[in-house]
């Protein structure tokens, strides 16, 4: 069965520093894989996806993640946070043979000033 | 911009009321999905739907969840009694292929 892993529940960091948020998926087959942000009272909005293709997946909001097969891994990554990043960060997996989506458990990123 | 919505906003109601929440998903998407989201359980996937057919409810209570899709702009969700673990914020997305895009949500009390 699928499994999204999100290491870490909360990530403080500092403005302006890099942040890596870390996800783990199991899965037997190929897999399409997301982030997803949520800011505080809002839905998740999207904020890259993996399908196929380049391993490096540019995203919005300067965000980027790297798929890694024989790591099974999509990290999240920014070079340079803003106080404006403050959120719960998702990670999901889907397949191509299901609709649905399994979601990590989300990491809080808190940017401190 | 294309968007999921979702109504109401905020829900506050009492213990055994039946609370309807409506989702509207984005034209030409076919599927919709309904989620709970608490700080103990996180994200669950309640049901889903594609091409207004029910395919999973297995995430829901039976006795006192419903899910339907009358026609292709609207999907709704009752609890009907409501109870107070059913405080939570329902998420409603819709998809067309393999990336779901979600609403607003709608924040339930029940007291």
């Known amino acids: 069965a699928q499994s999204v892993t999100q290491l870490d529940s909360q990530v403080p960091v500092f403005e302006e520093a890099p942040v890596e948020l870390r996800c783990n998926y199991s899965?037997?087959?190929?897999?399409?894989l997301f982030w997803y942000v949520q800011y505080p009272n809002q839905g998740l909005q999207l904020l890259l996806k993996y399908l196929s293709g380049s391993t490096l997946v540019k995203g919005i909001n300067g965000f980027e993640a790297e798929f890694n097969k024989s790591k099974t891994s999509f990290q999240l990554r920014k070079p340079s946070v803003h106080i404006s990043d403050t959120a719960e960060y998702f990670c999901a997996a889907g397949g191509y043979n299901t609709d649905k989506l399994i979601f990590g458990t989300g990491t809080r990123l808190q940017v401190f000033p | 911009d294309a968007r999921v919505t979702q109504t109401p906003r905020h829900k506050v109601t009492e213990m055994g009321q039946e609370v309807t929440m409506r989702c509207q998903p984005i034209?030409?998407?076919?599927?919709v999905f309904w989620y709970r989201q608490t700080m103990m359980q996180g994200l669950e996937l309640l049901a889903y739907?594609?091409?207004?057919?029910?395919?999973?409810d297995s995430g829901m209570p039976k006795d006192r969840f419903s899910a339907e899709m009358p026609d292709a702009t609207l999907a709704t969700l009752k609890i009907q009694p409501s109870e107070p673990r059913d405080s939570a914020v329902y998420f409603c997305a819709s998809g067309l292929g393999e990336t779901q895009y979600f609403g607003p949500g709608t924040r339930l009390l029940v007291l």
């Open positions: 739907f594609r091409n207004r057919a029910p395919l999973d």
């Open positions: 899965s037997s087959v190929s897999v399409y």
């Open positions: 034209l030409g998407h076919n599927t």
